[in-house]
């Protein structure tokens, strides 16, 4: 069910989402945490899909802002049951001077004694836990995929790091680095003494992967761009080197990799790139600190050489 407030007030949103409850049952209860979507009009629909499909594991009230300039007006949107997945969704579109305070816009429709969380699908604050909507979240997700210059974007993450922040870069490496753990928790159980990571320029995953693995085996790491006729998509491969031979994980087409170890033969692995679904889903599993994160992008990272270019 769809229902229409045009020319409202956040107050009249909050009545309606009241009285939707009473007539269709307990719609709300159940629900264990409110996700801000920040973002344009263009993405805001994707980022709904996203959210509809990871709300079938994490049931929420999503709260949907996008901003236009215009003459003063808040327009809103409610969504409820099968539009809305197993959450109940507010679309907030605010004109001119309607917009500018957010953190007014969503304060009276945060569902009570619940965490809440942020989300900047596309564009992000310059720093996230400073900003208005960051301010309120417990957990406040980026990606530094969508911006246009990667590298600025993640050092800017660094410098602007703060408990509770994450990014959708680093939940992409998620099976990257169960795959690479798994290896290394297998005999011979030798010592790792070079790294080399590769992947494309568009990818900031490829440099979070190199700063996490300079983290973890406190070895020099070194890392390279593909060439984009060559590699497009994400992280290319990893090179493990240890005095029995080297670890190969490499992606030689998108979706499948293949494991290449000393003295076994080849593994094929499915390694798909992953959806929007899953890596929000998995974030908002846990509403802790990332600690791990943190680290790799104010340490890891921040040590790593500069990349080379690939051939």
Not at 20 to 27: H, I, L, P, Q, S
Not at 92 to 115: I, K, M, Q, R, W
Not at 194 to 213: I, Q
Request: charged share 25%; aromatic share 4%.
């Amino acid at each position: 069910m769809i229902i229409d407030l045009p020319d409202t007030t956040v107050s009249q949103v909050a009545k309606q989402l009241v009285k939707t409850r009473e007539e269709g049952g307990a719609v709300a209860l159940g629900r264990v945490l409110t996700l801000i979507i920040a973002a344009r009009n263009g993405v805001a629909e994707s980022a709904i899909d996203a959210a509809n499909d990871a709300s079938r594991e994490h049931p929420m009230r999503v709260i949907v802002l996008t901003t236009s300039d215009g003459e003063a007006r808040l327009d809103a949107q409610i969504r409820v049951g099968g539009d809305a997945g197993a959450s109940e969704v507010v679309v907030l579109h605010a004109f001119g001077d309607a917009a500018a305070n957010a953190e007014s816009l969503v304060t009276g429709l945060l569902l009570p004694d619940a965490p809440v969380v942020a989300w900047w699908p596309e564009e992000a604050p310059e720093n996230p836990a400073a900003s208005p909507l960051g301010r309120i979240a417990q957990r406040r997700i980026t990606d530094a995929a969508t911006a246009e210059d990667v590298t600025s974007r993640l050092a800017e993450l660094g410098r602007t790091h703060a408990p509770g922040d994450t990014d959708l870069a680093w939940t992409r490496l998620t099976h990257w680095r169960e795959q690479l753990a798994a290896v290394l928790d297998q005999p011979p159980f030798e010592t790792v003494t070079g790294v080399e990571v590769r992947g494309s320029a568009a990818s900031p995953s490829t440099a979070l992967l190199a700063g996490w693995l300079q983290l973890a085996l406190d070895v020099p790491v070194r890392w390279s761009h593909e060439k984009p006729e060559v590699w497009q998509e994400g992280i290319k491969s990893v090179r493990l080197t240890r005095a029995s031979g080297d670890i190969l994980l490499e992606r030689p087409v998108p979706g499948t990799a293949v494991l290449t170890q000393p003295g076994q033969p080849d593994h094929e692995l499915h390694l798909p790139r992953r959806t929007l679904r899953e890596c929000l889903a998995e974030e908002l599993r846990r509403l802790d600190p990332d600690v791990l994160y943190g680290r790799v992008i104010t340490e890891g990272w921040n040590n790593l050489s500069a990349p080379e270019s690939g051939e």
